[in-house]
């Protein structure tokens, strides 16, 4: 809680007056014993100057006390050397010429003596104020630098004759990156070179980050502790950086083991749903035909689904799915599942795309769709051929192809609007693609969706 303003500026006045009168109180004993010392001197060599000896007494007051101390010392000295110590007519006579001259000379000599001291007593006073600033801001930078839990290290950068980063040595390390690295306060000064391993890749890492200015940041695994840290380094000055080590092995720990539960949650899900499939498959052997065809229907549609996390399982990441492997293996599926001979079989040629889950899934039981149909529709018995399925990349573009050279489109399917294709269609509108079907030569569907901006392709095949 403040204080009130009326019980503050009483007490401020009192400081303020008492800082005077110490002023004052200064001023005067050092005039007074400048000119005691002066009536000393006088005893002893008459010759001495009246005002010499009230210089040095102005500039000790203006250095101690400031110039309010001087000025009173320049007073007092000016009255007393010009009563006390002149030689001359006394004071009725006064002001002569020549006393005069002495006292102005004496006021301009003093002025300058007063205001040197006085700005010397400032500069002392700011050097004082900025010592302490620094001392509490080394306290403070000290106990933080002692006290924090994350790895620092200042560095300085020596560079070769064409200018790149060669090596760096150690300014500054505190405990916890000591700790973390398994060193000593021994490493300050010492050379990164030392460090045993293949350090190029660093090296151009802090080359870069000292060029640019642009702070870099990576993680990095440490086998001598078993640890994981991310490193960032940041530019000081044209050869200093600065490296912080925070600990994040807790956080890959979960990670690792996020990828362990949701690997094993995708393989149990593909296993319970070929499962299923194949339940199916076997009931299908011991219906009619017309049952028989929708129970494999139905299997192949599940086993497309189970394919997709297959991939996933497969894969590093759990958002996306490697188109090409995934269709490979949807349709090697299919070909077991379908195919009773070889008069019939399925080529994949895929250009490597990943996808997303929610694209995966709609394009793998569209595909699964029109294959089926096929199979069961382009080549009556016995007659056999091939199905294609190709995938291709355009300018954000994702299009997937599933041709044959059967009997044509109106002849196989015998109508458009069944089951399966309207789920195809139902496919291409959830992903805002287009579909096109052409029957020359056979039957070709192709699916266009667009891809995000940044998904990259090459082509492979399969």
């Not at 380094?233 to 600065?242: E, H």
């Not at 195809?424 to 287009?434: C, D, I, K």
């Amino acid at each position: 809680m403040k204080p009130e303003p009326e019980r503050l500026w009483p007490l401020s006045v009192f400081k303020r007056l008492r800082g005077l009168g110490a002023e004052f109180g200064l001023g005067v004993a050092l005039a007074a014993g400048a000119t005691g010392l002066r009536w000393g001197l006088g005893q002893i060599a008459p010759g001495v100057l009246p005002f010499a000896v009230y210089f040095p007494a102005a500039a000790v007051a203006s250095l101690f006390g400031g110039w309010r101390a001087g000025a009173v010392v320049g007073v007092l000295g000016a009255f007393a050397g010009g009563m006390l110590f002149s030689p001359g007519p006394s004071l009725p006579s006064w002001p002569d010429t020549a006393m005069m001259v002495n006292l102005i000379l004496f006021g301009v000599a003093m002025a300058v003596v007063i205001g040197g001291a006085a700005y010397q007593r400032t500069l002392a006073a700011r050097l004082a104020g900025t010592n302490r600033s620094l001392a509490d801001r080394d306290d403070y930078y000290n106990v933080l630098f002692d006290g924090m839990s994350e790895g620092f290290a200042l560095c300085e950068a020596t560079f070769d004759d064409s200018g790149s980063l060669r090596d760096y040595y150690i300014l500054e390390i505190n405990p916890a990156l000591q700790s973390i690295l398994g060193v000593g306060p021994e490493v300050v000064g010492a050379k990164f070179s030392a460090t045993p391993g293949d350090n190029r890749r660093w090296l151009k890492m802090c080359d870069q980050v000292l060029k640019t200015g642009r702070p870099a940041s990576f993680e990095a695994h440490n086998p001598q502790t078993n640890l994981w840290h991310e490193i960032h380094i940041t530019r000081v000055s044209a050869t200093r950086m600065t490296q912080f080590f925070f600990d994040i092995t807790a956080r890959k720990r979960a990670e690792l083991r996020q990828v362990e539960l949701f690997g094993e949650m995708n393989h149990r899900v593909r296993n319970n749903l070929t499962m299923v499939a194949s339940l199916l498959n076997l009931q299908a052997r011991d219906v009619e035909a017309e049952v028989r065809d929708q129970l494999l229907k139905a299997a192949a549609r599940m086993q497309s689904i189970a394919e997709v996390h297959a991939a996933l399982y497969r894969g590093s990441s759990h958002e996306s799915v490697e188109l090409g492997p995934y269709l490979t293996d949807l349709c090697a599926s299919l070909s077991k599942a379908l195919l009773l001979d070889r008069r019939i079989s399925i080529n994949v040629r895929s250009e490597s795309v990943s996808v997303t889950v929610d694209m995966a899934i709609p394009l793998g039981m569209a595909v699964t769709e029109i294959v089926t149909n096929a199979i069961k529709y382009a080549y009556p018995s016995p007659e056999g051929g091939d199905i294609w399925v190709a995938t291709a990349c355009r300018e954000n573009r994702l299009s997937v192809t599933i041709a044959d050279t059967g009997v044509g489109f109106e002849r196989a399917v015998g109508r458009s609007d069944g089951l399966g294709m309207r789920l195809v269609r139902s496919f291409a509108r959830q992903l805002n693609g287009e579909l096109v079907i052409r029957s020359d030569q056979g039957t070709t569907i192709e699916i266009t969706v667009p891809l995000p901006a940044d998904t990259g392709a090459s082509v492979s095949a399969g």
